[in-house]
Each structure stands twice: as structure tokens, then as C-alpha cells.
């Protein structure tokens, strides 16, 4: 015992009173358990999102290959499994494809076994969902996908008969399916090693080698590309046979995208903590608030201020106890739902102490001032607290018995009375709608997000910016043509009929004819082949204006053999070098009858980025002006590519009319923008529903404040409400007064979440179109605003009627009694 | 004319053998413009009886009439209506709305009932109470005294026929008490009212017209003061 007359020495007394506390007050108990559980587990889904994410790359990552070295021979792919470097190497065949009613058949072989796989190293193989891996010279693997569209029965044992390019035709024996995304272009054809080595379309392709390379993980990005490179170079190897995994590489140190996501991450964590700290403190605030009296009466029988305090605390931490335990659990099983092949024990229990940590913190940061206003509350003041801050206000004036007496009389109805009710403790208040509107906002950006990004124009990258149909030659055609698409220009040009025959068709409403070229390259000791345009002097002046190097005159470039090169990202990466002016560039092609060459010289280099303006920018890797152009290829016609602008209501009437008249022109292949719509969609709906989730929760924290302060409201004033039936409010009246005061918070919430929600929403979005995401457009989300705000507005008035039966339990004696 | 009939009134909570009988059995009949006391110790059902003749409970079994309105017979809403017409309701706690000043609290079940107060009537009340310059205040700044007053006056608000009064010198001192008594009987006289009134203390009972005494439920006497 303690010896001075003033020491406290009874912490187990105010635990048990607060324990006692927490027992009684059961509503309470429930909003601050759900906010702390929401909380923590929104903060577990994101924390497991983020390091699911990262498990998940790095498990995908172990089992890839850091790099693919092309073009290798026998010998080579054997050098490079002895090599102490290599720690894994799987030889590879990749043929030339073929399309296949509009998919691309791509014919694809494994080794049989790893050339070298060092401690169990692997890589990802296709997943196989029935039978084998093709092991004898006839069999084959397909895609279900595949099947699916091609209408083959997927089971081993079918026979397939594939007509190649080269026109040869093979029948096969199914041995597996694997599994594959719908909607895609392009499927593998999986064969047997046997077949690669004798097979007729895999025998004269050269071999590729998947490597892993010992200790790359403990790289960072500059020595594993360093390491990939110089292992190249030593089997002299060029630059653009090696590809570097760069899914592998951004995961390594070094780069600034990690940097970025761990600050997205602690920024919407940031948020999501602050809400809750909104959210709870609100909760213990009107229960503070409601039990005024209560702690009078205990600081009269001797609490002291810190033992209340104290007493308060510890009611928020038995309630986190409660609430952190169930936030786990639903905030783990949700992160293992959205990524089950990233969970780690580790990883889940490390983010579990933090979250855990994280929410003790704000529990008690919520918690405190409520308890600094419990702890406040003087014995006498209790006795006449009421929760309203207003004081009397000026008014009109009347008469009475000769003296004169201001007041102020404002109108009595059961809206006045609920605005009343609403304004009596502005600060709660402005905080409820505060704390409401913060959810309403963060709901409004994701709606935002999806209601802003069009997906047909994310989907209408390259030549479907300009239309939504596109003729080219059939890439069959082009593959097995000796001198490639030019000869197809030359045999078989897209002329002035076929342009008339498109225009005529009803809907059609302009057709772009793109004029390009394929050209062999060669420049600074490597080689490819290459689009070259044809250069206007109205566009070269364009040019001068964009971001490029090199000054030019088109004259010049007519006169001298000048050339304009597109400067994009993949030069570097590809061959580790970029063009600048003054380069010299050798271009081979085919003139319609023989073969010509001709030495250029780089004029000017200009920026990818911005040389995306006209249709057949994309892809144009070489400018020439048009005159040199035409006389390079002795007038041919240069149409390559035919872009069709459709009136939007008729383009399923102009895809039947296009696809008839196509017949007429075997060599010819139509393309649609609808079916790229297919892939595209399948892509962002993953992304949407994320969205979606991540929105439910935080509508799940606004709807809980709501409810919260609704419930809470009512409850601790059911004795003044007691008072106004007792004195002749009907239950209609008060009724009508509750859904006023709810309706009055849910506006408030509304009115912040479309202004604050708009101007956040346009802000994000412009933000992320200067960052590039250009197929953002301000769109207001209308439906979501909708169904939330009829949602905000339905809550109150269900959750009143229900608060006004519950009170018919209690007769009105017993309610005025308290 | 009688405006109170209470016949044979019944409140039991509970179920046998744990049965309570808070009333069993109580007849009661007051003339307009009555001063009626009740007295009775501690849980002898006085608060009950008051609570069944204002309409704020419910008898498990026989009939309450006021100007004669059988209460039985009304639903929840027509009950509240005729409470806020007919009957003030005066509290030993004041039982003032904490968001209203002084004076919206007084005009209170007037206004809920849709009507403009008489202001010559309020100005009357307000001048007998002694509130003109109290209008303006919230009831948490008034003392017990003031409080109680504003709630005599909103119970007068609507000029009703009877004035059911819970002890409503309870918490105030003898002082304040006086004072209060004072008003509401003279109030009471103003106005033609009838008063029935709970109290403890046998002083001011002794001011009233009628004594009413009761014990376990029912009334044990009822005398008629000199």
C-alpha cells in the first residue's frame, strides 16, 4: 500500500470501471469495434496488396528467365550452359507464324530438359489443364482459348491439321491443352524438341537460349544489365539478340518506380488512418458527449482527472482489442483473396504488427481529446451539461406588462427543431459531415477514375485514332511474298477503285490512306527492317517545331540525300545505341523489279512522343521527302494501310459490308476496333473491380460514421425526446424531425463529396493526363454519384423508422424517467 | 362538471407471484377549476395515477376520462394531439428542451400543434412568472427556480383544461417552493384551471382544495380542506 494519502495506487479500480463501461454501453461498443476493424482491415488488404504484389513478382521472377539471347546455334546454347555465369538455361524455338481466321498461330518449342538448371532453378511453363507436353515429333500443346474460338474439341488425342505459311500442311496429335487468356491475338503452337531440330517449320529457325544468371537478385538494375550485355558480347552476340526481362529488372534496386509505389502506398495509408482517426474519434466523442453526467458523478466520488482519462483510454484500447483481431482476420483474407499467389506468413504477420501498431496509435490519437473532455467535466457543470455550445441570440421584440423584452422566437416545426438539433454542437457536427465527406471524396475519385477512362480510346491507340476499321495486307500474305509488303504494293496496290468501293459504303464516313514503306536498314553495324514515309514540306515545317535534333531544310533534305529518323525508346534498348545527325544510314528495297540501295544521311532526329499526330505516325521510323520517295520506288503506290472513320451508329452495318467486299481481295485483311475493344476491357477489369473493392470499403467507413452518428444521436436523446412527446410531439413529428436531422448530415456529406469530389476528381484526372494517360476525360460519374447519394439519403430515413419503433418498447414514463 | 373521471384504474407490472400492483383499483372524480392534492409515501403509485390521467401511460385495466375524452379509446398520435390541447404537464426535473430558449420552450406545444401563441395570453403568463427578461436564455443557464417557472409556463402555453403537476417544488427550496405554489394556483385561478398536484410536502397540500391520499396502490382518503 501506498504510503502518501494522495497516491493513486488503484489502476485495477479504473481498468474494472472502464471494462464495466465498455459492458454497458453496447451500440457504441459495436461502431467503434466496426471503425477499428474497417480500418484495420483496409490498412492489412493494402499493406498484403503491396507485398503480395512484390512476393508475387519475385515468385514469378525466380521462376523466369532473367534474359533471352537470340539466333544461337547448337554449339553456342551448349557454350552458354557451361558458362560459370549461366545458373539456368532452357533452349527455345520460335517459328514463323501464321493467322488463322484473325488469330495468330505462333509455332513454339522447349527443350526437352534444361541445358543447365543449377539447385532446382526453373522457369514458368505454359499451365498445362489436360494431358502432356508434346515429347514425340507429331504431337502438339494448344491453348484452351484457342480451342475455344477455333471450335476444336480440347482433348489429347485430337487431331489437328494447321496449314503454314509456307503453305506446307501438317496434321498433329494433341497431346496437352494449356491454359490461356480469352480475346488475345496471338496463341503459342507448343512442339516437341524432336520436332524443333527436324520439324519443317522449326529445322532452319536458329535456337534461343532462357537464361538465369547466378546471384542477379542480389544485383542491382546497372550491374545486372552490365552482366547481361557483356555475357552477350563474350559469345558474340549483337545487341538486339539480347532481351533483357524487364519485369525482373525493375524489381532489382536502382530504379525510381519502386520509390514511387512505396510513397503511394504510405500516402494512402496516410489517408486511410486519418479517416479512421476521424471516424473514431467522432464515435467517442458522442459517447463522451452522452455520458457527461456519468463521469461528473464519478469525479464527485473522487476520480481524479488522469484516472478518467486513464479510464477513457482504456475503453478505446478494450474495444481496439476487439476490433484489431477481426480487422486481421477480414483484412487477411481479403489480401489473400485479391492476391493468393503472393501470401507469405512473414510478410501477412509482419504487416499485421504494423497495422497493428498503426491503429493502436490512432485508436488512443482518437481518443484523446474525448477523454481530455471527460476528464474536464467538473461535478457541479454535469448535472447541467447539454451538449449545446449556442448562446442566446438576438431577436424580435414584444411587449410585456410596460417593460420591453428582446427574444428571440424562431419557428418550431420538426425541421427547424432537427436544424436545431443539428447546430446545437457545430464542432461534432461540421466533424460527422467532415469525416463523412472525406469517405464521399476518396468514393468519388475511383468513380471518377472509371467513369474517366475511356476505354475505347485507351483502345484506340495507333491508327485507331482515327478510325475504327483497318485494311493492311494479310500479314500471311506479306510473310510468305519474296520481297516482303512492297511487292504486294507493287502487284497488288490498294488503288483509287478499292478507296471508292469503301467510301461508298453507307456509314463510311473518310477513309485515310497511309502511305509507307518497308526498307532494309543498316547503320551503325547493325541492321533491320524498318518503316520509311513519305515527307511533305508542309509537314517537315511541323517538324522544325516539335523536340528534335538537328536542324534541317527540306531542300536540303530532297537535294543531299537527308533523312529524318523517330527517336523512341526502343533504339537504346534494342541496340544500345541512337541515331544523331550526321549518322550515315544504308536503305535496301525492292522497286518492283529488282533490288536498290542507297546511303542517306540523318538530318535530324526527332522526339516519338510528339511525332503522333497524323495516321501513320506510329510505327514510321523514317522520313524521306516524298519526291526522293517516289522516285526510290519509281512512282509505285505507297498505300500501305487504309483507315476507315465510320458514323458510330452504323459501324456494325459497315464491319458486314467491309468484310464482303474484303472477300474480293484475298490478300487484304480487315481489322476492327470492336475486337481490340475485347482485349482491352478484359485487361481493365481486373483494374475496375479493384477500384470497386477499394471504394465498397470506403463507403463502408462513411456509411458506419453515419450510422454511428445517427444512432448515437438518438439514443442519447431519447429523454428530451421523451420531453417533447411528453408535451405534444407525436411520433410522426418526431419522425420527421430524426429523418431531417439525418438528411441534413447525409446533404452536408453530399454537398462535399460532389464539390470537394469533383475538383479532386478533375484535379486527378489532369494530373494523370500531364503524366500521360491521355485517354482520361473529365466524365462525371452520374450513376455512382447517384446510387451513393440515394444510398446516403435512404440510410437515415430507415435507420429513424427503425429508432422510432424501437422507442415504442419503452412507454413514455419509463423514457422521461431516464 | 366533472373534467377528471378515473374509474377503477389498474396498473400491475409483472406476473404472479412477482406481481407489482402500482394502482389497483383507484375511482376518482375532480370539478373544474379544482386544486387537487396528492399525497402518499414513496412508491404508493401517486406519480403512476398522475401519469395515467395525463395519457403518458397505460392502464392495464379501467378507464380514464377528461373533459369528457375517454382516453382508452385513443390511438397513439389522437392522445399526444389531445395532451397538447387539453392538458400542461409540469415536472419535478422541468423537463425543458436543452436546444430551445426559454421562451420557445413555453410556446413549445403550441407551436408543435401548428397554432401562433396568443401573445396577449404569453405576455400574461410571462408577466405572472416573472420571466420577460429570462426569454432570451438556454434552460442550462437558468437556476432550478427559473427552470421550473418556464416549465409551469409552457404547461399554461396552451390554455389547457387541466394542469398535472409531478412534484414540481421537489428540487427547489422552501423559498422557491412558495413562490412556485404561489404561481401556479394563481395561475390556475387567472386562467380557470383545474390542478391536480403530487406532492411530499403536507404544508402545501394543505393549500389545496382537496387532499387525496394514497397507499399501496389505492386511495386511502380523501378530504376536503378548510
Redesign the interface.
Known amino acids: 500500500m501506498s504510503g502518501r494519502i494522495s497516491a493513486n495506487n488503484n489502476r485495477l479500480s479504473v481498468y474494472r470501471l472502464a471494462v464495466r463501461s465498455v459492458k454497458s454501453s453496447r451500440m457504441r461498443n459495436v461502431f467503434v469495434v466496426l471503425a477499428v476493424a474497417l480500418s484495420v482491415s483496409l490498412l492489412m488488404v493494402m499493406g498484403l496488396f503491396y507485398t503480395g504484389t512484390y512476393t508475387s513478382t519475385r515468385r514469378q521472377t525466380d521462376r523466369m528467365q532473367h534474359a533471352i539471347y537470340y539466333g544461337l546455334s547448337e554449339e553456342q546454347l551448349y557454350e552458354i550452359a557451361e558458362d560459370e555465369a549461366s545458373s539456368y538455361v532452357l533452349a527455345m524455338k520460335q517459328g514463323q507464324s501464321v493467322e488463322i481466321d484473325g488469330k495468330m498461330l505462333a509455332p513454339t518449342a522447349y527443350g526437352q530438359k534444361p541445358l543447365k538448371a543449377e539447385d532446382g532453378e526453373s522457369v514458368i511453363m505454359p499451365e498445362l489443364v489436360k494431358g502432356s507436353f508434346p515429347e514425340d515429333f507429331g504431337e502438339i500443346m494448344l491453348a484452351d482459348a484457342y480451342c475455344k474460338a477455333a471450335g476444336i474439341s480440347d482433348s489429347p488425342g485430337e487431331q489437328v491439321t494447321i496449314t503454314w505459311l509456307d503453305g506446307t500442311v501438317e496434321s498433329y496429335t494433341v497431346s496437352g491443352i494449356y491454359r490461356a487468356e480469352e480475346n488475345q491475338s496471338m496463341y503459342q503452337v507448343y512442339f516437341s524438341e524432336a520436332y524443333a531440330k527436324e520439324g519443317s517449320q522449326l529445322k532452319d529457325i536458329a535456337w534461343q537460349a532462357l537464361v538465369r544468371f547466378k546471384d542477379a537478385s542480389n544485383m542491382n538494375q546497372q550491374e545486372f544489365e552490365d552482366t547481361v550485355y557483356s555475357f552477350g558480347e563474350e559469345y558474340g552476340m549483337q545487341r538486339k539478340d539480347m532481351n533483357i526481362n524487364n519485369y525482373f529488372l525493375r524489381m532489382l534496386p536502382g530504379g525510381t518506380e519502386q520509390l514511387q509505389e512505396t510513397l503511394l502506398i504510405l500516402g494512402a495509408g496516410a489517408g486511410i488512418l486519418f479517416v479512421s482517426v476521424l471516424v473514431i474519434y467522432s464515435v467517442f466523442y458522442l459517447s463522451v458527449v452522452g455520458r457527461v453526467r456519468q463521469f461528473g458523478q464519478l469525479r464527485a466520488i473522487g476520480l481524479t482527472k488522469k484516472q478518467i482519462k486513464r479510464m477513457v483510454r482504456a475503453e478505446g484500447l478494450i474495444l481496439s482489442a476487439g476490433g484489431i483481431p477481426a480487422g486481421l482476420i477480414i483484412g487477411g483474407a481479403a489480401g489473400y483473396f485479391i492476391r493468393p499467389d503472393g501470401w507469405s506468413w512473414i510478410h501477412t504477420i509482419l504487416v499485421s504488427a504494423v497495422v497493428i501498431l498503426a491503429d493502436i496509435v490512432t485508436v488512443l490519437l482518437s481518443i484523446r481529446k474525448p477523454a481530455k473532455i471527460a476528464s474536464a467535466v467538473s461535478p457541479v457543470e454535469a448535472v447541467r451539461y447539454s451538449g449545446y455550445e449556442q448562446k442566446g441570440s438576438r431577436g424580435r421584440r414584444i411587449r410585456g406588462k410596460g417593460r420591453n423584452h428582446t427574444f428571440r422566437a424562431r419557428k418550431i416545426t420538426p425541421g427547424s427543431l432537427a436544424l436545431m438539433g443539428v447546430s446545437r454542437n457545430r464542432k461534432k457536427t461540421a466533424l460527422t459531415v467532415l469525416s463523412l465527406g472525406i469517405g464521399g471524396v476518396l468514393y468519388m475519385l475511383a468513380a471518377f477514375w472509371v467513369s474517366s477512362t475511356s476505354l475505347e480510346e485507351y483502345a484506340r491507340t495507333g491508327e485507331y485514332k482515327f478510325g475504327e476499321f483497318l485494311v493492311s495486307y494479310s500479314y500471311n500474305v506479306v510473310q510468305t511474298a519474296e520481297h516482303g509488303e512492297m511487292q504486294l504494293q507493287v502487284e497488288h496496290p490498294m488503288d483509287e477503285d478499292l478507296t471508292e468501293a469503301i467510301r461508298s459504303i453507307d456509314g463510311v464516313e473518310k477513309v485515310y490512306d497511309i502511305q509507307k514503306v518497308e526498307m532494309q536498314w543498316e547503320g551503325h553495324g547493325d541492321g533491320s527492317t524498318d518503316t520509311v514515309a513519305p515527307l511533305t514540306g508542309e509537314r517537315a515545317e511541323k517538324l522544325m517545331e516539335i523536340d528534335h535534333q538537328g536542324d534541317f531544310a527540306y531542300e536540303d533534305l530532297e537535294k543531299e540525300d537527308g533523312l529524318i529518323v523517330s527517336r523512341g525508346g526502343t533504339w537504346k534498348e534494342v541496340y544500345g545505341w541512337e541515331f544523331a545527325p550526321g549518322d550515315q544510314i544504308r536503305l535496301s528495297w525492292y522497286d518492283g523489279r529488282q533490288e536498290q540501295e542507297r546511303s542517306f544521311t540523318v538530318m535530324s532526329v526527332i522526339d516519338v512522343d510528339d511525332f503522333d499526330v497524323e495516321p501513320g505516325d506510329v510505327g514510321t521510323e523514317f522520313l524521306i521527302p516524298e519526291s526522293v520517295l517516289h522516285e526510290m520506288t519509281r512512282g509505285m503506290d505507297l498505300s500501305d494501310e487504309l483507315v476507315i472513320r465510320t458514323d458510330s451508329g452504323k459501324e456494325d452495318s459497315v464491319e458486314k459490308a467491309l468484310s464482303e467486299l474484303m472477300e474480293n481481295y484475298p490478300y487484304l485483311s480487315l481489322d476492327a476496333l470492336s475486337d481490340h475493344m475485347l482485349e482491352v476491357e478484359s485487361m481493365w477489369s481486373s483494374v475496375f473491380s479493384i477500384f470497386i473493392g477499394l471504394s465498397l470499403f470506403i463507403i463502408g467507413f462513411a456509411m458506419l460514421n453515419l450510422l454511428n452518428t445517427l444512432i448515437t444521436n438518438i439514443l442519447t436523446r431519447d429523454h428530451e425526446f421523451a420531453m417533447l412527446q411528453s408535451v405534444g410531439m407525436t411520433k410522426g413529428q418526431l419522425a420527421r424531425m430524426l429523418r431531417m436531422e439525418g438528411l441534413i448530415l447525409a446533404c452536408g456529406n453530399l454537398l462535399i463529396t460532389l464539390v470537394i469530389g469533383t475538383v479532386a476528381g478533375y484535379a486527378m484526372i489532369e494530373i494523370l493526363r500531364y503524366f500521360g494517360a491521355e485517354y482520361m476525360h473529365f466524365a462525371f460519374p452520374v450513376w455512382f454519384f447517384l446510387g451513393y447519394a440515394v444510398f446516403i439519403v435512404l440510410v437515415p430515413v430507415l435507420v429513424t423508422e427503425y429508432m422510432v419503433r424501437r422507442f415504442q418498447r419503452q412507454t413514455l414514463v419509463n423514457r422521461l424517467r431516464g | 362538471m366533472s373534467i377528471v373521471v378515473a374509474e377503477n384504474l389498474k396498473k400491475y407490472y409483472g406476473e404472479e407471484p412477482n406481481i407489482v400492483r402500482a394502482l389497483d383499483g383507484v375511482s376518482l372524480t375532480v370539478e373544474e377549476g379544482e386544486f387537487v392534492a396528492v399525497v402518499g409515501t414513496s412508491g404508493s403509485g401517486k ?1 403512476t395515477l398522475l ?1 395515467m390521467l395525463g395519457g ?3 392502464p392495464t385495466s379501467g378507464d380514464v376520462i377528461i373533459a369528457g375524452k375517454k382516453l382508452s379509446g385513443m390511438d ?2 389522437h392522445l ?2 389531445f ?3 387539453r392538458i400542461g ?1 409540469v ?1 419535478q426535473n422541468y ?10 420552450n413555453m ?3 403550441v ?3 401548428g397554432q401562433k401563441p396568443d ?1 396577449r395570453y404569453m ?2 403568463v ?2 405572472l412568472l416573472g420571466l ?2 429570462r ?7 437558468l437556476s432550478g427556480g427559473q427552470q421550473q417557472r418556464v416549465a409551469i409556463a ?1 404547461a399554461l402555453a ?1 390554455q389547457p383544461a387541466l394542469l398535472l403537476c409531478d412534484e414540481p417544488t421537489g428540487n427547489l427550496d422552501s423559498k422557491t417552493s412558495q413562490d412556485v405554489l404561489g404561481l401556479i394556483r394563481a395561475s390556475s385561478s387567472q386562467f380557470g384551471q383545474t390542478i391536480i398536484m403530487i406532492t411530499h410536502n403536507e404544508e402545501i397540500a394543505q393549500t389545496a382544495d382537496r387532499i387525496i391520499r394514497i397507499e399501496d396502490g389505492r386511495i386511502t382518503e380523501s378530504r376536503w380542506t378548510v
Open positions: 406519480s401519469n403518458l401511460d397505460v397513439d398520435d399526444t394531439i395532451r397538447r390541447r404537464f415536472f423537463n425543458l428542451v436543452p436546444i430551445l430558449n426559454v421562451y420557445e410556446i413549445l406545444s407551436a408543435l400543434d401573445e405576455k400574461n410571462i408577466g420577460g427578461d426569454l432570451n436564455e438556454m434552460p442550462n443557464n409552457r396552451a
